[in-house]
């Protein structure tokens, strides 16, 4: 059973960072060899693409709305993806999912298989 997990979303005013993590845990879905994705889906919006990044880090995709903002890493030896998130904007409030089993810079939902449960982040005076 794949298992991913999203942590470290919360309340941020405007102009600050906030970092988020996405951890897996399981036996069938190798994390290491796999690119991994985030989105975020805002209320009546939906799901939209954030950022990429291939199975080693070396390489990373962005959504032009988050590029220079928003950074994607990640750790294999913890099985976990990060998304850094710098000037946050309230138009910036939304759930945030983490994906996996999809193409490096995949840009559509349906393209992933395994999904976390997502956190929510709050950008608000």
């Known amino acids: 059973q794949v298992q991913l997990e999203e942590s470290g979303g919360g309340w941020v005013q405007p102009g600050g960072s906030l970092r988020i993590a996405c951890v897996y845990s399981?036996?069938?879905?190798?994390?290491?060899?796999?690119?991994m994705g985030w989105f975020r889906q805002a209320p009546g919006k939906e799901r939209e693409f954030l950022a990429s990044i291939n199975w080693s880090g070396g390489n990373t995709y962005y959504d032009d709305t988050v590029r220079g903002r928003f950074a994607i890493s990640r750790d294999n030896r913890k099985n976990t993806v990060y998304l850094q998130m710098n000037s946050l904007k309230p138009e910036d409030t939304a759930v945030y999912y983490c994906?996996?089993?999809?193409?490096?810079?995949?840009?559509?939902?349906?393209?992933?298989?395994?999904w976390g449960q997502g956190t929510q982040v709050t950008v608000s005076s």
């Open positions: 994906a996996g089993g999809g193409p490096f810079g995949g840009r559509r939902s349906s393209e992933y298989e395994f």
């Open positions: 399981g036996r069938t879905f190798t994390f290491s060899r796999y690119a």
